[in-house]
Nanobody
C-alpha cells in the first residue's frame, strides 16, 4: 500500500561522496521513522541511519561523522548524504520506513547498489 522508491546509488572512488534519496508513495500522514539499512553478501542487514518525524537520529558507529540523514516530513522523503566513502561502505542500501509510532509495521524499498572502488 505504501511503496518506497530509492535512487542515487552507483560507483564511486574511495574518499568520494554519494547522496541516496527515498520517497514514499503517500504523504497524507507523517511516517514515524524513515532510514537506511545496508547489506553485504553473507551478512545480516545492518542499520546505517534513521530519523523519526520528530527529528531524532541514530547512526551506525561506522558511519558517524561521514554520513548525514535528512528528511522532509511533509513529503515523506528521506536522504542519506555519504561522504568519505571507503570499501567497507560497499553494499546494497535499502530505504525503510516504520509507518506508525505504536505499530511495528515496516516497509522496505527494493534497494540500490553502492560500490566504492578505485
Amino acid at each position: 500500500q505504501v511503496q518506497l522508491v530509492e535512487s542515487g546509488g552507483g560507483l564511486v572512488q574511495p574518499g568520494g561522496s554519494l547522496r541516496l534519496s527515498c520517497a514514499a508513495s503517500r504523504s497524507d500522514f507523517s511516517i514515524y521513522v524513515m532510514g537506511w539499512y545496508r547489506q553485504t553478501p553473507g551478512k545480516q542487514r545492518e542499520l546505517v541511519a534513521q530519523m523519526t518525524n520528530g527529528g531524532d537520529t541514530n547512526y551506525a558507529d561506522s558511519v558517524k561523522g561521514r554520513f548525514t540523514i535528512s528528511r522532509d516530513n511533509a513529503e515523506n522523503t528521506v536522504n542519506l548524504q555519504m561522504n568519505s566513502l571507503n570499501s567497507e561502505d560497499t553494499a546494497v542500501y535499502y530505504c525503510y520506513a516504520r509507518l506508525y509510532r505504536f505499530s511495528q509495521l515496516t516497509i522496505w524499498g527494493q534497494g540500490t547498489q553502492v560500490t566504492v572502488s578505485s
